[in-house]
């Protein structure tokens, strides 16, 4: 059975060393988030070699290993390849093997293509690959699909830039009107790594719950789908944030820290039900 890592976005609200101690009470490996969609607190002045080698010591101490690093943004704006650049070095050097990231508007696609090509040649370099993920939420995505991603793929023509195949986010960034069945013959090709949540319906939207409770079928899409059992995945449960009606994804104001204990149950039960999924 392939690696499954937990998402440290389940501990939003918490500083980042209890959640990678919380991780390590529950899997052998983590995703570092760095996106300042989640924390308004982000600077670029944080990707340095010395802050690497500080969680790395850290990881190491805890026993925890990292496959992927969580790194979204905005790629086709004028500053994205050497910002993105800066983040790419901060993974490779804390042991991720891939750096997970949005592509860009339709709007700005030329920009994109621009950078990713010169982004691609430094993965080279540092031996790394950069997964474009399918989005949540927005409009007019470049990306919209796993089919749109495809098509990216395939006119970049890199091996070093694949797919992070987000199943939630197809339901969500549709509003309800497609499901990943419906493209994965297609896409799980060009896929190097999972993101694996779930939501549920409220009264005026939709919250992130445990992969056993949400409108997502994990158990049939892999029974349908025995490839992506091999493949890198991760838990992504951001529980403090939800959905509206008009599926704008936002932290909810109602929705205090959860304690501790809770997180660690929506987690428990998630990976119980994964490892159940996957041992099938």
Not at 82 to 110: C, H, P, Y
Not at 171 to 192: A, G, I, M, N
Request: charged share 25%.
């Amino acid at each position: 059975m392939t690696a499954v890592a937990i998402n440290t976005l389940a501990f939003h609200g918490y500083p980042l060393d209890t959640a990678l101690e919380e991780i390590a009470q529950l899997a052998h490996d983590v995703e570092p988030v760095y996106i300042s969609k989640y924390d308004p607190t982000l600077r670029e002045e944080y990707f340095t070699e010395n802050n690497a080698h500080a969680l790395l010591q850290r990881l190491e101490g805890l026993r925890l290993k990292v496959t992927s690093m969580a790194s979204h943004m905005d790629l086709g704006q004028p500053e994205s390849v050497d910002v993105f650049r800066r983040r790419m070095e901060f993974a490779k050097a804390i042991g991720a093997r891939v750096i997970l990231t949005n592509a860009s508007q339709r709007s700005r696609e030329a920009a994109f293509f621009r950078n990713i090509e010169r982004l691609a040649a430094h993965t080279e370099k540092l031996d790394l690959v950069i997964a474009l993920e399918n989005p949540g939420d927005g409009q007019d995505q470049l990306l919209d699909t796993g089919i749109d991603g495809v098509g990216i793929l395939k006119k970049l023509g890199s091996d070093r830039i694949r797919l992070n195949y987000d199943f939630c986010n197809v339901f969500t960034y549709s509003q309800t009107r497609r499901r990943p069945e419906q493209e994965l013959e297609l896409v799980l090709p060009y896929v190097c790594h999972l993101h694996l949540k779930n939501v549920k319906p409220l009264d005026r939207g939709w919250a992130v719950c445990g992969l056993d409770e949400g409108v997502i079928n994990y158990r049939n899409l892999f029974q349908q789908f025995p490839a992506l059992s091999s493949i890198p995945m991760s838990i992504e449960l951001p529980l403090r944030f939800g959905f509206d009606a008009q599926f704008h994804f936002a932290l909810r104001e109602t929705r205090a820290t959860p304690s501790l204990q809770s997180i660690r149950t929506v987690l428990k039960s998630s990976l119980d039900y994964l490892t159940a999924t996957l041992g099938n």
